[in-house]
C-alpha cells in the first residue's frame, strides 16, 4: 500500500525555470520559494496563479461518507463502487497526462465513459474541427509574427492572463518591425476588455449575443458587401476591416469556455471560414484559449490512446464515441449513470450536484464529504509530484516539476492502486 503525508524540513527552497499549472498557457518561468508546504511566487506569476499556489495546502485524510479512514479502508469502499455500478461515468480528469493515462485504462476496465469537466466547452472547437477544418497556430507565432490580433469575445483577464505580456506585448520578438506594427483589437463586451497594463487595444464593443452579427458584419466588410449594423460599433468594425485588408498575419484568439454555448460552435466556425478567405490573399490563422484544469492535456491523451477526444464510452464492444450523449452534465440529468469518478487535482472542482456513490480523486479543495462518498486524497500536478501537461496550442507538453515533498500520491498512483484491489 502506497505511504502518504510527510512533510519536507527544508527551510527553504528556491526554484526557478517552474511551469504554472493553473492555466493552460503553462508560463514556464515562474520562480518559486518553498518553506516546510507553503509555496509562494517570487517572480512571474499574475495574480491567480499566486493566489493558487498560495492556496495548494496538503491533503488531509481519504475519507469514506465524510469519515476519516484509512488509504485501504478507502480504496475498499471505492472498489465496492465500482464493482456495483452497471454504468460508472469517468469524469472531471483534471489531472496530468499520467493521470490521464491511468483513468483510461481503469475507464476502458471498468466499462465506463470518459468526460472532462471542461468537455461541453472544448467539443465545440472540436466539432468545428471535425466538420470543416480549421487554420490555427501557436503562441510562439503570435508572439513573433502576428502583426492584427482579434480578441473574439476573449477575457484575458483573470484566465491567460499573461498573454498579453508574452504574446501581444512581448519584451522581444523574433520580428521587431510586425511587434511595432501590431494592432490589437477586442471584439466583445466592454467589461471583457484587456486591463493589462500598456496593452494598447482598439474595442469594438458588443454584447456576447452580438457577436455573431458582428462577426458576420465583419465578413461582409471584408467581401465589400453591406452589413445591417450602426453607430459606434459599425465604424470600429470598419477600422478593423481595413486593418485586416493590409494585414500581414492576422490571427483570431477566442476562449472557447467564455463564447455564450448556444452560439459558440456557429462563432467558432466562422471564424474559421473568415480566416480561410483572409488566407486567399494573405496570411491568418485562429488561437484558442482553452483547455483549462488538465482539460487540453486530456483532450490529447484520449486522442492518442482510443483515438477519439473525449466524450466516449468503453462500455460496448468497440469504443463509442457520442459528444452529445455523453456528455457530464446530460448524462447526470438524465439518470444515465449510476457511479461517478471524479478527478480534481488543481483547483477546487467538487463534481456537479448529484446522489450517486461517488468516488472523488482530488486534491485537499476537492474533497467530498456527503454519505455514499469515497474520498482519495491526491497531490496537485506541478506541486506535490512531477509531471506533464499539454499547452492550449496542443503543440508542446511542458515538464511540471516537484516543489514539495508531502508524500501525496499522485493521480496515476492512486489508480494503479484502486486497479489492484480490483484484480
Ligand atoms: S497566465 Fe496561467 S499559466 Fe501563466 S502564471 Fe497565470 S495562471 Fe499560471
Avoid at 518559486?32 to 495546502?57: H, L, Y
Avoid at 440529468?333 to 487535482?345: C, G, H, K, M, Y
Wanted: net charge neutral; glycine share 8%; aromatic share 4%.
Amino acid at each position: 500500500m502506497p505511504k502518504q503525508n510527510t512533510v519536507n524540513s527544508d527551510p527553504e527552497l528556491r526554484r526557478d525555470a517552474v511551469t504554472c499549472p493553473f492555466c493552460s498557457l503553462l508560463c514556464d518561468d515562474l520562480e518559486t520559494v518553498t518553506r516546510g508546504p507553503q509555496i509562494s511566487v517570487s517572480a512571474n506569476a499574475c495574480p491567480k496563479a499566486r493566489k493558487a499556489f498560495a492556496a495548494a495546502t496538503p491533503v488531509g485524510s481519504p475519507l469514506v461518507d465524510g469519515k476519516p479512514v484509512t488509504l485501504e479502508q478507502a480504496l475498499n469502499a471505492a472498489k465496492r463502487i465500482l464493482k456495483h455500478a452497471r454504468q460508472p461515468l469517468f469524469s472531471g480528469l483534471a489531472t496530468d497526462v499520467d493521470g490521464v493515462r491511468a483513468s483510461l485504462a481503469l475507464a476502458e476496465r471498468c466499462g465506463a465513459i470518459v468526460d472532462h469537466l471542461h468537455g461541453a466547452s472544448m467539443a465545440h472547437g472540436i466539432r468545428v474541427l471535425q466538420s470543416r477544418g480549421q487554420t490555427m497556430t501557436t503562441l510562439a507565432e503570435v508572439r513573433n509574427r502576428a502583426d492584427v490580433v482579434v480578441l473574439l469575445g476573449a477575457d484575458i483577464n483573470e484566465d491567460f492572463h499573461r498573454f498579453a505580456e508574452i504574446c501581444l506585448t512581448p519584451a522581444e520578438s523574433l520580428s521587431p518591425e510586425r511587434l511595432a506594427a501590431r494592432q490589437i483589437f477586442h471584439l466583445g463586451p466592454r467589461a471583457q476588455r484587456p486591463r493589462q497594463a500598456g496593452l494598447n487595444c482598439q474595442p469594438i464593443a458588443c454584447t456576447a449575443d452580438e457577436l455573431p452579427n458582428f462577426l458576420g458584419g465583419l465578413r461582409a466588410l471584408l467581401r465589400g458587401r453591406q452589413h445591417g449594423l450602426t453607430g459606434r460599433g459599425a465604424k470600429a468594425l470598419a477600422a478593423l476591416a481595413e486593418a485586416l485588408k493590409s494585414a500581414a498575419y492576422a490571427v483570431f484568439v477566442w476562449a472557447p469556455g467564455q463564447l455564450p454555448p448556444a452560439h459558440a460552435e456557429h462563432l467558432i466556425g466562422s471564424a474559421g471560414e473568415l480566416i480561410a478567405e483572409l488566407n486567399q490573399h494573405s496570411r491568418a490563422a485562429g488561437l484558442a484559449l482553452g483547455g483549462n484544469e488538465g482539460g487540453q492535456t486530456a483532450l490529447a491523451t484520449a486522442a492518442w490512446t482510443a483515438g477519439y477526444p473525449l466524450q466516449f464510452s468503453y462500455a460496448g464492444e468497440t469504443i463509442d464515441y457520442d459528444p452529445l450523449r455523453y456528455q457530464t452534465a446530460r448524462l447526470l440529468a438524465e439518470d444515465s449513470v449510476d457511479a461517478l469518478l471524479w478527478i480534481s487535482t488543481f483547483s477546487a472542482q467538487v463534481p456537479p450536484a448529484n446522489t450517486l456513490p461517488c468516488i472523488v480523486i482530488g486534491n485537499a479543495a476537492s474533497a467530498l464529504t456527503r454519505p455514499g462518498s469515497v474520498y482519495l486524497p491526491v497531490g496537485t500536478p506541478g506541486i506535490d509530484h512531477t509531471g506533464q501537461l499539454m499547452r492550449t496550442d496542443s503543440v508542446v507538453s511542458l515538464p511540471l516539476q516537484k516543489l514539495r515533498d508531502t508524500g501525496a500520491l499522485s493521480t496515476a498512483q492512486m489508480l494503479a492502486a484502486l486497479a489492484a484491489t480490483l484484480d
